[in-house]
């Protein structure tokens, strides 16, 4: 590699030596150190968000903690407790209201109290809700929880605090009921050593959650609560339940720190350790706002790097000037050939670079006129091309027989054959002699030869008949204007001029992964087989030596066509047989054109 550096010119190595011994140490530098940078920054984020997640389920674990310990306290009543849940109202009513009136008393004033409340709730041992309030003084919906396994739970558990996640509180009546989170405990009688029932404490959940996650954030970070069964149950800012779905799912699928594709970019996901009922948290924010944080450590290195830079180039022009008078010689030669005078040549003399850049630039010369040539000679192509097409948009023949036989259904007074008639001319030529996009999709060939085809099923009944087989997928595919016209037209004209009833013409499209097909195929007399060969091999001459007219004009004006807008992969192929059958079928890529809605 040195070898090859010392043979190039000595500007162009004084240029390298610059470059290495200024630009890349620094450079190196620049770059390990803002990586270095970078990382630490990183680092003490990760270290930040671990300490706030952990510092969050303190939160919640004091929460719930002191909800126990509320549940706990409501004990202090627990005759008057153990009387409503044992009691039957009917046998000492005045008492069971006394009493009823007592611990309503004694619950408002602690749902008074402390706002964070937001009902209680009495069951029996045998699941029957016997007495209720809640914050929002709404009625209560009796049900039995018999069967719930929170309450069978509850009950084994002889007195300890059972959590409970959030879920919708079932005993208030009507919408919307919250969402809360319990602690269910259950009263026992020591004496018959059995549990009478339990108490259900619950506060709201929204409350619990921002209580817990009230905390300092960036503009784009967000926070998750995930329970134990997995699910989000709190987000500190609004979030799709798509988003939340797919959060799910890579909260499953990754560690506790990983970076994850969330919101259509790159996301840091720091993830923590379940709490002591079950919580993890999870903090999010964008790769993006993380490397705003570190973008000032850029700013210092990229200065000296345009400082040096500009060093580097002024250097480079004072070299660059030393050596410009040798090839002013070529300069003049590069002026020439801007007006225009592409036989200009530079002599190949002087020194071994002189030579090398006088050859190239003879060479470019030679490709350019080259190119020049055959742009030419393609721009005459397009054209003869484009006059062909015209040639086949409007036939006087097939205009008079229209309107000839248009006249001989007036006289029958079939008016509304008449009618469509008309409209299927009108819409031929519309689409004719539109002078749109030569791209249109095959939906729109299709609808311009059912046009075509039902004024020639006017004109000869019972002649032929059309079927056609389309699979609906390839129906907005990319093909050329007038393309299918013109190859039924040949089948009409040329395969099933000899038969007076029974023609068949079918179409059809299929794709094979990378193109698609359209096929064109009658059962008239078919093609001998010398002029089918030379039908073919004419498709496979060069544009300039193609025919300029004959029967087939119509089949080697759609081939050029196709190959001069999609390339010599793509075009016209016929297959036949002499008294059965001739095929004829149109090849298109199926991407690169309209590919948004062809699949």
Not at 45 to 57: A, D, K, R
Not at 348 to 373: D, K, P, Q, Y
Request: with cysteine; proline share 4%; hydrophobic share 40%.
């Amino acid at each position: 590699m040195i070898s090859r550096l010392l043979k190039q010119r000595i500007a162009f190595r004084l240029f390298i030596v610059y470059v290495l011994i200024s630009l890349v140490p620094l450079f190196t530098y620049s770059l390990i150190s803002y990586r270095l940078s970078a990382n630490t920054i990183r680092s003490d984020y990760v270290q930040y968000m671990t300490n706030l997640t952990s510092q969050i389920l303190r939160n919640m674990d004091a929460n719930m903690l002191m909800l126990q310990k509320q549940s706990s306290a409501f004990f202090l009543v627990r005759n008057d407790i153990a009387y409503i849940l044992t009691a039957n109202e009917l046998d000492d009513i005045d008492r069971y209201f006394e009493v009823r009136s007592r611990l309503d008393q004694y619950f408002l004033s602690h749902l008074q109290i402390n706002a964070k409340l937001n009902g209680i709730t009495l069951i029996d041992a045998e699941g029957e809700m016997k007495y209720a309030i809640n914050a929002q003084s709404k009625n209560s919906l009796i049900i039995s929880v018999k069967n719930e396994e929170w309450f069978q739970k509850t009950l084994k558990l002889n007195g300890t605090p059972l959590f409970r996640g959030p879920h919708i509180n079932e005993f208030i009546f009507g919408d919307p009921r919250p969402s809360v989170i319990s602690v269910s405990q259950s009263m026992v009688d020591y004496t018959a050593g059995k549990p009478i029932g339990a108490l259900v404490v619950d506060q709201n959940a929204d409350q619990f959650f921002n209580d817990a996650a009230n905390v300092q954030l960036e503009p784009e970070e967000q926070i998750v609560i995930v329970s134990e069964t997995g699910n989000i149950v709190y987000t500190k800012q609004e979030m799709p339940d798509s988003a939340k779905a797919q959060l799910m799912l890579d909260i499953k699928e990754n560690g506790d720190l990983s970076s994850i594709q969330f919101g259509g970019q790159r996301t840091l996901m720091i993830a923590s350790a379940p709490s002591a009922f079950g919580f993890r948290v999870i903090s999010l924010l964008p790769e993006a706002e993380l490397n705003k944080k570190s973008s000032f450590l850029r700013t210092i290195p990229s200065i000296m790097l345009l400082v040096v830079a500009g060093l580097v180039l002024v250097i480079s022009i004072f070299v660059s000037y030393l050596i410009v008078k040798p090839l002013r010689r070529l300069m003049s030669s590069f002026k020439k050939l801007e007006t225009g005078n592409f036989s200009v040549r530079v002599p190949v003399n002087g020194s071994h670079e002189l030579a090398h850049i006088s050859s190239a630039f003879n060479r470019m010369v030679e490709n350019i006129e080259s190119l020049i040539t055959e742009k030419y000679e393609a721009n005459l192509l397009r054209q003869q091309a484009e006059f062909e097409a015209l040639q086949s948009q409007i036939n006087p023949h097939f205009l008079y027989n229209t309107l000839y036989s248009t006249r001989s259904v007036i006289d029958k007074r079939d008016f509304r054959e008449a009618a469509n008639m008309i409209d299927s001319l009108a819409g031929i030529f519309r689409y004719s002699l539109n002078p749109g996009e030569p791209v249109v999709t095959l939906q729109d060939e299709l609808d311009h030869a059912h046009q075509y085809l039902y004024l020639l099923e006017t004109r000869f009944p019972g002649k032929f008949r059309a079927r056609f087989d389309i699979d609906d997928s390839l129906r907005e595919c990319a093909m050329l204007r007038l393309t299918l016209q013109p190859i039924l037209e040949n089948a009409i004209k040329h395969g099933l001029h000899d038969k007076t009833e029974g023609g068949e013409i079918r179409i059809a499209a299929q794709s094979d992964g990378e193109q698609w097909q359209l096929y064109v195929h009658d059962n008239g007399c078919g093609i001998p087989a010398d002029k089918l060969n030379s039908l073919r091999a004419g498709l496979q001459e060069q544009a300039e030596a193609a025919p300029q007219a004959n029967r087939h004009i119509g089949i080697r004006n759609v081939h050029y066509r196709i190959r001069y807008h999609f390339g010599s992969a793509y075009g016209v192929a016929i297959s036949s047989r002499v008294h059965a059958y001739t095929t004829v079928m149109m090849s298109f890529p199926l991407q690169g054109y309209r590919e948004e809605s062809c699949s």
